[in-house]
């Protein structure tokens, strides 16, 4: 019986090698490499998986108080090209940093080329990961502009919550407030630690987004500008406010620059989904018809829908995106630029209505 003690060893050199001892051990070693790996792989094929289930928790929490309903809004990830901070198209941005952002953000971009889907999985991103969303939801309110009220004042009191103060921009300035309140500790520990303080411990701020914000520029005019000034500033002046106003032309971009000389806004050109992503999600055949609609996904799926119920009328895709550019430009865009004017007049007006 004496192949049980069989010498396992071998050597190379004056290293001796050891089969059922250094073997088991680089065994073992590979298996918890292999183990970890699988970890790794696993945690992101979470991620992944439950990436949705994560964004409509997020969109819910951080807009719980408003009376928009978000389930409509998609959550597909694709890939879009460039942001750019002007209308020349130079010096491209790799994110929206609304982390860090110092002023309020207007985000411009084409109809139905999925600014809002832009935005709400950029701040999903950017700002918290997906662990931590799950965790600790941030606040805020998701507003979408109409013109069916009679007055600003009346649109914004129609959005947000039941409240027993009159004024809404006041509820607004409360709902700020409240946070900072609630986040005492970790305001001092940002202003103790600065950027040595871990993400999941730095102050959540207010994100407020305006979705279709040139609708309440068409209806309301320089009121809806001397309305929205406050919430402006407080984006400027607090690191716990965050404002977005998604809008679709350059006569809103001019409108919004009337507050504090344009001091107040970053504005910035919405990136469209790539070709690439296009093909890849698609297919080839759809991605012609989303180069011949201008690059707008939106549109291009309009189109794609309306054929499949009248294909012996529809128009070609070029044909059919320049008309819908048309109608909306219309229908839904800013068609004059507010003016100095009109700004000061209504400004003047609230002060008087103040006193």
């Given at each position: 019986?004496?192949?049980?003690?069989?010498?396992?060893?071998?050597?190379?050199?004056?290293?001796?090698?050891?089969?059922?001892?250094?073997?088991?051990?680089?065994?073992?070693?590979?298996?918890?490499?292999?183990?970890?790996?699988?970890?790794?792989?696993?945690?992101?094929?979470?991620?992944?998986?439950?990436?949705?289930?994560?964004?409509?928790?997020?969109?819910?929490?951080?807009?719980?108080?408003?009376?928009?309903?978000?389930?409509?809004?998609?959550?597909?990830?694709?890939?879009?090209?460039?942001?750019?901070?002007?209308?020349?198209?130079?010096?491209?941005?790799?994110?929206?940093?609304?982390?860090?952002?110092?002023?309020?953000?207007?985000?411009?971009?084409?109809?139905?080329?999925?600014?809002?889907?832009?935005?709400?999985?950029?701040?999903?991103?950017?700002?918290?990961?997906?662990?931590?969303?799950?965790?600790?939801?941030?606040?805020?309110?998701?507003?979408?502009?109409?013109?069916?009220?009679?007055?600003?004042?009346?649109?914004?009191?129609?959005?947000?919550?039941?409240?027993?103060?009159?004024?809404?921009?006041?509820?607004?300035?409360?709902?700020?407030?409240?946070?900072f309140e609630e986040q005492r500790i970790r305001i001092f520990l940002r202003t103790l630690l600065k950027d040595k303080l871990p993400a999941f411990l730095k102050p959540q701020p207010t994100i407020i987004v305006v979705d279709q914000a040139e609708e309440l520029l068409r209806a309301y005019g320089a009121d809806f500008l001397v309305g929205?000034?406050?919430?402006?500033?407080?984006?400027?002046?607090?690191?716990?406010?965050?404002?977005?106003?998604?809008?679709?032309?350059?006569?809103?971009?001019?409108?919004?620059?009337?507050?504090?000389?344009?001091?107040?806004?970053?504005?910035?050109?919405?990136?469209?989904?790539?070709?690439?992503?296009?093909?890849?999600?698609?297919?080839?055949?759809?991605?012609?018809?989303?180069?011949?609609?201008?690059?707008?996904?939106?549109?291009?799926?309009?189109?794609?829908?309306?054929?499949?119920?009248?294909?012996?009328?529809?128009?070609?895709?070029?044909?059919?995106?320049?008309?819908?550019?048309?109608?909306?430009?219309?229908?839904?865009?800013?068609l004059n630029e507010i003016t100095r004017e009109a700004y000061d007049e209504a400004g003047d007006h609230k002060k008087k209505s103040n006193k």
């Amino acid at each position: 019986m004496n192949f049980l003690f069989l010498d396992s060893s071998f050597s190379f050199g004056d290293v001796k090698f050891d089969l059922f001892g250094h073997g088991i051990g680089l065994s073992q070693l590979a298996v918890g490499v292999a183990a970890l790996g699988s970890v790794v792989v696993v945690g992101r094929i979470y991620a992944r998986m439950y990436y949705q289930r994560a964004s409509q928790k997020f969109l819910r929490s951080l807009f719980t108080i408003s009376k928009q309903n978000l389930e409509g809004i998609e959550a597909k990830v694709l890939e879009r090209g460039p942001l750019y901070p002007d209308v020349l198209k130079k010096h491209p941005r790799t994110n929206l940093d609304m982390q860090h952002a110092k002023k309020a953000v207007a985000l411009i971009g084409d109809n139905r080329s999925g600014k809002t889907i832009f935005l709400c999985n950029t701040i999903l991103y950017e700002m918290f990961p997906w662990w931590y969303r799950l965790f600790f939801p941030p606040r805020g309110l998701f507003l979408t502009g109409s013109k069916e009220s009679p007055t600003v004042h009346d649109w914004l009191r129609s959005k947000i919550a039941v409240s027993d103060k009159d004024n809404a921009w006041a509820i607004l300035e409360d709902l700020i407030q409240k946070r900072f309140e609630e986040q005492r500790i970790r305001i001092f520990l940002r202003t103790l630690l600065k950027d040595k303080l871990p993400a999941f411990l730095k102050p959540q701020p207010t994100i407020i987004v305006v979705d279709q914000a040139e609708e309440l520029l068409r209806a309301y005019g320089a009121d809806f500008l001397v309305g929205i000034y406050n919430l402006v500033k407080g984006a400027r002046d607090h690191k716990t406010v965050r404002l977005i106003l998604v809008i679709n032309s350059e006569n809103a971009v001019k409108s919004l620059k009337l507050m504090n000389g344009g001091n107040v806004f970053d504005i910035l050109y919405a990136p469209k989904v790539t070709r690439n992503a296009v093909v890849k999600e698609y297919g080839e055949e759809f991605a012609k018809i989303f180069d011949a609609c201008d690059s707008c996904l939106g549109v291009a799926l309009d189109y794609v829908r309306d054929k499949a119920k009248d294909p012996e009328n529809m128009p070609s895709a070029k044909d059919y995106a320049s008309m819908a550019k048309n109608i909306y430009t219309r229908d839904h865009c800013l068609l004059n630029e507010i003016t100095r004017e009109a700004y000061d007049e209504a400004g003047d007006h609230k002060k008087k209505s103040n006193k």
